[in-house]
């Protein structure tokens, strides 16, 4: 069973933009964890700006460290 990293409501960057529009956000607050897929935990984001949502894998993101 995988343990996620991320917690509801951290911000995090994704990590591989190549697979993106480039006019997806590249930054997005965690709102649920969800079950493992090919053993990697997956959560599902949102970006408020943009207005987007998006189901990402935790080896797809880093955390974002605010100032």
């Given at each position: 069973m995988?343990?996620?990293?991320f917690t509801v409501g951290q911000a995090v960057r994704l990590t591989n933009?190549?697979?993106l529009s480039p006019k997806a956000a590249s930054t997005y607050t965690v709102?649920?964890?969800l079950p493992a897929r090919d053993n990697s935990?997956?959560?599902?984001?949102?970006?408020e700006e943009f207005?987007?949502?998006r189901v990402a894998m935790e080896r797809d993101l880093e955390p974002v460290l605010l100032a």
């Open positions: 995988s343990i996620h990293r933009l190549a697979v709102q649920a964890p935990p997956q959560y599902r984001l949102y970006n207005k987007q949502g």
